[in-house]
């Protein structure tokens, strides 16, 4: 266990904040399965401070999710605080993030999130600003730096604890590199020694084994796991079981990830109504398959659903296959 502010977070294993997957429906999902904090995906200060409804939407929390952490991004100084008031005073989340490590071209054209990897002194003042406008605790998600000629983490890491900030998340690519190359742990390490307050350490950690490793070459306070646990939320349960018993829990089977996928299915449509929520889940469905063997014919398929019925058939269709399967090559059929 360690903390985050005034905030108990009962494991070192924490879901990452993803753009258009990261909802309540997959949220309280992962949750289930032993993350000791799960964060939302990144939402608009604009949108918020202008009280946009499919914005507003995104605030929503489970109880059962908590303790959670709501992230927000933005442009300029003045809005990011009106956002983190609104959403420290009008929603049950118990820490607010700040992004500031989305590479995509459009945020960097208007100077914003990642930019500020640049200006220590800028993330000093937005940090500052934001932490003395609210109770929750503030914490920062960034990249080790803008590219390999910029890279400010200790320095940037240091201007967050000296505004106030609880912790900080770094992501061991810079915002050049996007998803490409090898995370960068040593400069995680750098981090870690250069402050007091938690870090906690993202990127390029794809089994519980890669978890372990992290947390002892860099020394961090918990790790960050995102595509790795996406159709797969055993990761997490797996990664929470092996860094507290060195045990390598066993892979689910098919039936296993088929419940599952459909019990994220129906959180997902209790959230956004059927035809939404059946559009949203046919990549999850596919994620969630995609180490099956056979489930590659039912992708396509899968893909053109548009009821609940249709994607539940499918998937006991694959598991039905599997299943025979194994009792062919056991010689039972």
């Not at 753009?19 to 949750?31: E, P, Q, W």
């Not at 040593?186 to 250069?194: F, N, P, S, T, Y």
């Not at 350490?201 to 490793?213: L, S, V």
């Amino acid at each position: 266990m360690f903390k985050i502010g005034n905030v108990n977070i009962k494991n070192r294993v924490i879901l990452a904040p993803m753009a258009g997957i990261g909802n309540s429906a997959f949220r309280l999902t992962v949750k289930e399965f032993g993350a000791g904090l799960v964060c939302c995906e990144m939402i608009s200060d604009k949108g918020i401070v202008n009280k946009n409804d499919e914005t507003l939407n995104m605030l929503y929390i489970d109880e059962r999710e908590k303790p959670i952490s709501i992230q927000i991004f933005g442009e300029e100084k003045t809005n990011l605080v009106e956002a983190a008031k609104f959403v420290d005073r009008n929603t049950n989340a118990d820490i607010i993030d700040i992004m500031m490590d989305y590479p995509v071209n459009n945020f960097v054209k208007g100077k914003a999130a990642a930019r500020w990897l640049l200006h220590p002194d800028k993330i000093y003042d937005i940090v500052s600003a934001v932490v003395d406008a609210v109770e929750k605790p503030i914490t920062v998600k960034m990249r080790i730096g803008w590219d390999n000629k910029h890279i400010y983490a200790a320095e940037n890491a240091r201007a967050v604890e000296r505004a106030g900030g609880a912790a900080v998340t770094i992501h061991g690519r810079t915002c050049s590199q996007m998803n490409d190359g090898v995370a960068n742990w040593d400069i995680i390490r750098e981090v870690k020694q250069a402050v007091s307050i938690p870090v906690i350490g993202n990127g390029d950690i794809n089994t519980p084994k890669d978890a372990k490793r992290m947390l002892d070459e860099t020394g961090v306070d918990a790790v960050m796991l995102g595509r790795a646990a996406v159709g797969n939320p055993w990761m997490i349960y797996q990664t929470v079981n092996y860094l507290e018993t060195g045990v390598l829990a066993e892979e689910p089977s098919a039936r296993e990830k088929v419940d599952v996928c459909i019990l994220h299915l129906e959180r997902l449509i209790t959230l956004k109504g059927e035809t939404v929520a059946v559009r949203e889940m046919r990549k999850h469905a596919v994620w969630y398959l995609k180490e099956i063997t056979g489930s590659n014919k039912f992708y396509n398929a899968i893909n053109t659903c548009e009821t609940r019925q249709e994607i539940v058939d499918l998937l006991n269709q694959l598991v039905e296959e599997v299943e025979r399967r194994v009792l062919v090559a056991a010689g039972a059929v």
